[in-house]
Structures are given as structure tokens and as C-alpha cells.
């Protein structure tokens, strides 16, 4: 059976082939030089019809509810009429090896949907990889004509800053009568919030949760906000009842029209995109550190020497990157 070809693989996402948009994404993510070159010319090709969906990055406690409230999100906006993207970046999947795959099982409606797609990200060993991967995901999705990419970080700590230098709104949820409510999320990741939500506001919990958005209120009104064109507001929802759902996503889009207006979405792209530079040569460059026959020779008796104390770590580092100065690239 004949391979697929570059422009089968952009004819498939193109034309909105859930199977095909798949198998592009699969040969994004894989390392085999052959398929990275493929990759390179999908890419470049698909480039000229990305960069138009609304790109929506989510983060949250642990129990926040954050599963359930993609869900009702993804379903409240299919409604609509949009076409949504759920892509969760976990950087703890190394430990296996592979990606979360719970994602669709714990989203068991919108995993139905015809318009919208929902795929983990596979870490390939480090947050960077991740990134990197998901970027490329992200503008696959944009050009099969989702208009709504929703990134969600499942992992703790660095992750949270990487996916909110990639998106245009970052959503924080938290949860409401879980003792002190600012324990369990830590002080930057509140500075990186375009919004704050307070999820599970039903039932008895519906005064905790506004209790609670007045303290992240005030805690907010402390901290330097993302963008000085936009303060963050603090919302309450109940994803299980869809409430508060509506104002959130109008909030996103009040966000979106405010940085438009006055030209900072359009930087904010340029950013990403030279973060997303950036994130590749760092990439290839350790990539190909480590792929250097001298350095693979000469690293365990260095390695050696530098836990033994007998080599300081600079001298370390500068002898095996010299192996790369004379390798230069042509």
C-alpha cells in the first residue's frame, strides 16, 4: 500500500477529516527524521490558514473540576455553532511514556461530537516537548477549521506558564470551600490569569464560592495583571448545572475585542510565535548535542569526573559543547 504523501495529509486536514487530522498530528509528534521533514512541508503548507481561532487556555486545582467544565464549555460552544479543539498538555505522562488518555473517557459527551476534536499531547520526555508538539497541534486544528482551541494543563507547575505564553485568554478555576483558599495555587500562575472562576458554585457551596471570589478579588487587586489594557475578573460557575458557563465565554470574548482594538492581540501572536522559535532551536539544539558521536563518546567520563568532584561542571560543559563547535551545521 502506497504512503501518504505531504498533500494527502494537508487535503485531510483540510478538509476536515477527523481520521486524517489524527494521523497528521501522530507524524508531528514522531521523532523519525523522515517524518520530521514531512512534518516541516505539512506545516509550512498549513501555516497561511491557522492563527484565526479564539485560543483558550485552562488551568486549575486538583478537583476543580476542570474535565467537566471543558465539557460543558465544548458543548455550550458547539451549540453556538463553533467547532472546538480540546488539546491537554501533561508533562507528567513521561513517567509512561505516553499521553493521558483519560481525557476522552472523562469527556464522554464531547468526545461524540462531530465538531469537535479532543486530543492529549504525548510529552516526549519534557515539558519543551510538549510545547513544542502542542503548538504544532494547535495550528493543525486551526487550519481543519476549529475556531475554538481550548488547552488544557493537566501537569503542575512550569506547565502552566508554558501553555499561557501560547494562548490569548488563560482561565484559572478554583475551588470553593477547600480550607484556605489560596493554598494549592501559587502566586504566578494567579499573575498569568485573564480571568479567575470559581467552579462546583451549587447547591450549599453557592455562598462558599462567592466568599471565596472575593478573596481571590482581593488578592488579585495585589499582584501586576497580565496585560495593563485588562483586569482580571473573578466569576462563579457550576459546570454540572451550566451556570455562569455564558459569562465566561463573554468574557473571553470581551477579552479578545479590548487587546484587538488596540493592537495587542496582534503582538501577543508575534510573541508566541517567536517563543515557538525559540522553543525549536533549544529543541534541536539539545537534540543534537546529544546526538553527536564525540560528545555520546566523551559524556560518561565526564558525567564521571563532575559527580566524582574532579572536573567543575563549567569546564564540563564547555569541553563537551566544544565537540559542537566542530561540527558546525552546513
Avoid at 10 to 20: K, L, W
Avoid at 170 to 182: R, S
Amino acid at each position: 500500500m502506497k504512503s501518504p504523501s505531504p498533500q494527502d495529509y494537508i487535503d485531510g486536514v483540510r478538509s476536515q477529516d477527523r481520521r486524517a487530522i489524527s494521523k497528521t498530528i501522530t507524524l508531528i509528534e514522531s521523532a523519525l527524521p523522515a517524518h520530521r521533514e514531512m512534518a516541516r512541508e505539512i506545516i509550512e503548507a498549513l501555516l497561511p490558514y491557522s492563527g484565526q481561532a479564539i485560543r483558550l487556555g485552562i488551568t486549575g486545582v486538583p478537583g476543580g473540576g476542570k474535565s467537566t467544565f471543558i465539557e460543558s464549555l465544548g458543548m455550550e460552544l458547539i451549540a453556538q455553532g463553533h467547532h472546538v479543539a480540546v488539546l491537554a498538555v501533561d508533562p507528567s505522562s513521561s513517567l509512561s511514556g505516553g499521553s493521558v488518555m483519560a481525557d476522552k473517557t472523562r469527556m464522554e459527551k464531547l468526545a461524540v461530537e462531530p465538531n469537535a476534536f479532543i486530543r492529549p499531547s504525548p510529552s516526549g520526555g519534557t515539558l519543551g516537548g510538549v510545547a513544542s508538539k502542542t503548538r504544532e497541534t494547535m495550528l493543525i486544528c486551526e487550519a481543519a477549521g476549529y475556531d475554538v482551541i481550548i488547552v488544557e494543563t493537566v501537569g503542575v507547575g512550569q506547565s502552566e506558564i508554558t501553555v499561557a505564553s501560547m494562548v490569548d485568554f488563560f482561565l484559572v478555576l478554583m475551588l470553593a470551600g477547600a480550607g484556605d483558599e489560596l493554598q494549592g495555587i501559587k502566586k504566578g500562575v494567579l499573575e498569568l490569569a485573564d480571568a479567575i472562576a470559581v467552579n462546583k458554585a451549587d447547591g450549599d457551596n453557592v455562598d462558599k464560592a462567592r466568599k471565596a471570589a472575593r478573596i481571590y478579588e482581593m488578592a488579585l487587586h495585589l499582584l501586576r495583571p497580565a496585560s495593563l489594557s485588562w483586569s482580571p475578573p473573578v466569576l462563579t460557575c457550576s459546570a454540572l448545572e451550566m451556570t455562569g458557563i455564558t459569562e465566561i465565554w463573554q468574557t473571553v470574548l470581551s477579552h479578545r475585542n479590548n487587546l484587538s482594538s488596540i493592537g495587542e492581540l496582534e503582538l501577543k501572536r508575534r510573541g508566541q510565535a517567536l517563543d515557538w522559535m525559540e522553543a525549536l532551536i533549544e529543541e534541536r539544539l539539545k537534540e543534537r548535542f546529544h546526538k553527536n558521536p564525540d560528545v555520546q563518546k566523551a559524556l560518561p567520563r565526564i558525567t564521571r569526573a563532575v559527580g566524582q568532584g574532579k572536573m567543575a561542571p563549567t569546564i564540563a560543559a564547555q569541553k563537551l559543547l566544544f565537540f559542537l563547535d566542530n561540527n558546525p551545521i552546513v
